[in-house]
């Protein structure tokens, strides 16, 4: 196999996007390494062979593919069994793993396995003098720490949504369908149901985001923001003790622990601007801040601010939005 | 059932930024003078484990892996919130190791406990976040796997356990033994431990094991594999241009100001 693998899964129906920002980042390591790259592609049905003409769309010259009906939603122990039976045929050297659902707990588990070095929830990764480098946050976001890689194999995490999907390359692969036998029975965890919450603009790909936190005081000021929301086509999101507090899903939190959002638009309401909330937020083009205390630390991350109880700006941001947009 | 919940202390996440600093010497950050507390999600999976022990009794564990003579607060809060014992691992060095160095200090202590059936952790560690400990551990100990869980229920001889997803949530069947790291919700918010709860704690049993007596060899660094060259702390450069006026007022100027930058 190549020197470089990455894990494309379409464990949720299709190729996740996170699957693309990882043959991006493959990409740029194989042009400093010069490994070749190849993709190890882990799914069930129809989907695959979309996903596959998606791979090599972007650039992906050689496929593994395992297509077993157990590769569904969540199934960490069949795609770990999966990718050891891969492996085992022909090992790579680093390993690029999303830190989605699966990613977290499949990575570090790759790494034991294969007795590979391990970086968890990169952000960037580069090559230096033909040694890998990988940024991450630390400390709440307080902190950025710079990691080198001495050792192969390595199995590297990449946090979903720090890099982006890169251009087209239209290339052909070499597509090998690898036949594993995976044992419903001895698998130690299995995925009973999945339920998912309704968003009708998900957060993550909104190009406008608003985000209310603990000033909200509660569900009912959450009703506003999704008006508002609503009108400018864009999606809620929250910090984490509304989320805590049962406010809102706990899929709306943004942050170090909740979700990284990359919008034109952030506006951050009744938010104070703790380093690990805006961790997930930082890749906001512009940031709007709306709180009552001037002094509250969002204002010295925000692009523009509206010092003002939420309860008085809001409302006089959806009349307002209204007479613009005619309704 | 027998639960051991691994808890490592760290500097207070909360504290103001300007009491944050990095220390160039050991790239890691300044410890002396900060306040030291349970890392947040370590304390809701400690609050999972005790909901366990009210549902269904159990005993609880506590297992921290850091220099002993800082722990003892850690030690005494998670005995006071109801904890039956406490395990720490003494080793000077614990607050810098990375997870593939510690994760077989933990799989030995987790041995020498003996009994265990669940393995609880946070699901990040408020400093170094690497979210590496936990499936390390469950692959060192031969056990299930669940990370990012919000809640645990005993069933069918295993667990069922509810795991955040991208979209919403997995029900995920684990067999036992397992290791469940927990993130928060509104059902696993720590209890605050009452007067007497304290009191008690003080005769509950702590061991202190060194970290040498464990007989784990330490991990040369070409084994490791990762080096941590530097860690900065970013300089946040955005000027904050404030709206004024009335909320009517500030409310056009802010769209208007949106408009001219392309946002609407
Ligand atoms: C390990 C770890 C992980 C974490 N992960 C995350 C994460 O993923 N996401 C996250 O968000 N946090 C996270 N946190 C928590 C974070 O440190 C903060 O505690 C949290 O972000 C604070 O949320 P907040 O700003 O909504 O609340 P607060 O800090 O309480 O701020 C509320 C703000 O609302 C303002 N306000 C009150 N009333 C009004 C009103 N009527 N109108 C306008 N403004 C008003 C107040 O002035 C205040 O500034 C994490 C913490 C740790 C330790
Ligand atoms: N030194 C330690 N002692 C005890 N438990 C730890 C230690 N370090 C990490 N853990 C556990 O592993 C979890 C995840 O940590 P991390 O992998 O650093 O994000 C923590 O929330 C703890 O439950």
Redesign the pocket.
Known sequence: MAGICVVAHALDGTLGRSSLELVGAARALDAGLGLGMAAALLGHGSHLAEATDVLQHHGVTAIYRVDHPLLTAGQTDAALAALESIFQRAAPQVVLVSADTVGRELAPRLAHRMAAALVTEAVELGVEDGVITARRQVY?GRAIATLVVTKRPAVLSVKPRALDVPEPKPATATIEDVAVAIDAGALPTRVREVLREQADVGLEDAQIVI???????GPD?FKLLEELAALLDGAVG??????DAGWVPISW???????TIRPALYI??????????I??ASGARTIVA????PE???FSMAHLGIA????E?VPALIAKVKELKGR | MDIIVCLKQVVD??LPVRDFAIDPSTKRQVRDGRPLVI???DENALEVALQLKDAGGARVTALTLGPQSALGDAVRLALAMGADEAVVVDDPRGPDLLGIEKVGILAAAVRRVGRFDLVLC?C???DW?ERAVPPLLAEAIGAACVTFATRVEAADGGLLVRRMADDGFHQVEARLPAVVAIASDEGNRPRLPKVKDIVAAKRKPVQTWPVGDLGVPSVGEGALGVEVREVVVPQRTARCEFVEGEPAEQASALLRRLQDLKLL
């Open positions: 709440g985000g209310g936190g603990r000033g909200m005081g000021g929250a910090s984490r003790p509304p989320a939190q943004i942050g170090q622990t909740g979700k951050a309401v009744g938010i104070s601007g703790a380093t690990q909330h961790a997930g709306i709180n009552h205390d509250a630390p969002i003002g109880d939420y309860r700006v | 996440p909360e890392s947040t999600y946070g990040e560690s408020a976040v």
